[in-house]
């Protein structure tokens, strides 16, 4: 095993107990005292801190930093892994990652990060408008995954209830009250999508989709290696997409995700908001996705007519 290839496997391994630790201390939490607010947003209270975020606003990043962005439960841990593997190949050794989301732990994570060699696999949840000044002022190249809004909210309700450190819902009707209003984690998908509609020229961003990706990965793969300057043949990224499949990791999430597997690695299917939305709840999602990003760019990406109607 390669000096990177320990290093990570430590991390991983302390990350686990870390979450151990946060999992036992949620135990004796309300459902108030697990969120946390910062400018407005919730997040969640046992992963985040005011000093954190300030702290965030201070990242130095690097031109060659490999940052992916997605609202949670679009698609961040199969973009993680594909990235992974896709440096991993390109390198033939373990490229550094930032366990967790990077806005998640304590404010000296930055220092740590900022000893560590490049590339850095950084992924996070935050929003354009908090995302660190410096990915931008260094043209840090981005990866933005969407999903459509559905989808997202259904898998968040299943994945905040089979998370411990999160608020937990009596029933499916009470999350979409808040994913609707945007009182959830990360806040509301409409602004949060919004405010990446506005750096979509940006050429230092490419923006796909969990259902493209899940149409023809190849296809997509292609995409990010032409984005990144990534350099693979053919056989390597067949190798990438084998240990990419949903089913390969969902066989290794108890080592990477430790006791949280199941609640990152569910389904990873299109539609399945079909089994819990009402016809009126599917309407105000309508609704809102005319409102807000119908006429868009992004609102183009997402393909709302073709995933989101019964």
Same mark, same amino acid.
């Given at each position: 095993?390669?000096?990177?290839?320990?290093?990570?496997?430590?991390?991983?391994?302390?990350?686990?107990?870390?979450?151990?630790?946060?999992?036992?201390?949620?135990?004796?939490?309300?459902?108030?005292?697990?969120?946390?607010?910062?400018?407005?947003?919730?997040?969640?209270?046992?992963?985040?801190? #005011?000093?954190?975020?300030?702290?965030?606003?201070?990242?130095?990043?690097?031109?060659?930093?490999?940052?992916i962005i997605t609202y949670p439960?679009?698609?961040?841990?199969?973009?993680?892994? +594909?990235?992974?593997?896709?440096?991993?190949?390109?390198?033939?050794?373990?490229?550094? $990652?930032?366990?967790?989301?990077?806005e998640f732990g304590k404010p000296?994570?930055?220092?740590?990060?900022?000893?560590?060699?490049?590339?850095?696999? !950084?992924?996070?949840? $935050?929003?354009?408008?908090?995302?660190?000044?410096?990915?931008?002022?260094?043209?840090?190249? !981005?990866?933005?995954?969407?999903?459509?809004?559905?989808?997202?909210?259904?898998?968040?309700?299943?994945?905040?209830?089979?998370?411990?450190?999160?608020?937990?819902?009596?029933?499916?009707?009470?999350?979409?009250?808040?994913?609707?209003?945007?009182?959830?984690?990360?806040?509301?998908?409409?602004?949060?999508?919004?405010?990446?509609?506005?750096?979509?020229?940006?050429?230092?961003?490419? !923006?796909?989709?969990?259902?493209?990706?899940?149409?023809?990965?190849?296809? =997509?793969?292609?995409?990010?290696?032409?984005?990144?300057? +990534?350099?693979?043949?053919? #056989?390597?990224?067949?190798?990438?997409?084998?240990?990419?499949?949903?089913?390969?990791?969902? =066989?290794?999430?108890?080592?990477?995700?430790?006791?949280?597997?199941?609640?990152?690695?569910?389904?990873?299917?299109?539609?399945?908001?079909?089994?819990?939305?009402?016809?009126?709840?599917?309407?105000?999602?309508?609704?809102?996705?005319?409102?807000?990003?119908?006429?868009?760019? $992004?609102?183009?990406? +997402?393909?709302?007519?073709?995933?989101?109607?019964?």
């Amino acid at each position: 095993m390669s000096g990177s290839e320990e290093q990570n496997k430590a991390n991983q391994e302390k990350f686990h107990e870390e979450m151990k630790k946060t999992v036992e201390k949620a135990k004796n939490m309300t459902p108030e005292e697990l969120k946390m607010k910062y400018k407005g947003i919730v997040y969640p209270s046992l992963l985040c801190s #005011e000093a954190t975020f300030k702290a965030l606003e201070l990242f130095e990043a690097r031109e060659d930093d490999v940052l992916i962005i997605t609202y949670p439960k679009c698609g961040t841990n199969w973009s993680i892994q +594909i990235l992974h593997q896709m440096l991993f190949e390109l390198h033939n050794k373990e490229p550094t $990652i930032a366990h967790a989301m990077l806005e998640f732990g304590k404010p000296e994570k930055y220092e740590d990060l900022k000893q560590k060699p490049s590339p850095r696999l !950084i992924a996070s949840h $935050i929003s354009y408008e908090n995302t660190p000044k410096s990915f931008f002022e260094k043209k840090t190249k !981005i990866l933005v995954i969407l999903r459509n809004p559905k989808d997202a909210a259904v898998s968040y309700y299943h994945f905040t209830n089979n998370n411990p450190v999160l608020p937990t819902y009596s029933s499916w009707d009470l999350f979409f009250k808040d994913f609707i209003s945007g009182d959830v984690m990360y806040g509301s998908y409409f602004d949060y999508m919004l405010g990446w509609e506005k750096q979509i020229d940006d050429g230092n961003i490419l !923006i796909l989709t969990f259902e493209d990706m899940k149409a023809d990965l190849c296809v =997509e793969m292609r995409k990010i290696c032409d984005f990144y300057g +990534i350099n693979l043949t053919d #056989e390597q990224l067949q190798k990438v997409e084998e240990k990419s499949t949903f089913k390969s990791m969902k =066989e290794k999430s108890s080592d990477t995700h430790g006791n949280l597997a199941n609640a990152f690695f569910r389904k990873g299917e299109i539609g399945d908001w079909k089994s819990l939305f009402t016809e009126e709840q599917s309407k105000e999602v309508d609704a809102n996705f005319e409102k807000y990003l119908a006429g868009t760019r $992004i609102g183009e990406k +997402i393909n709302y007519s073709k995933y989101c109607t019964f």
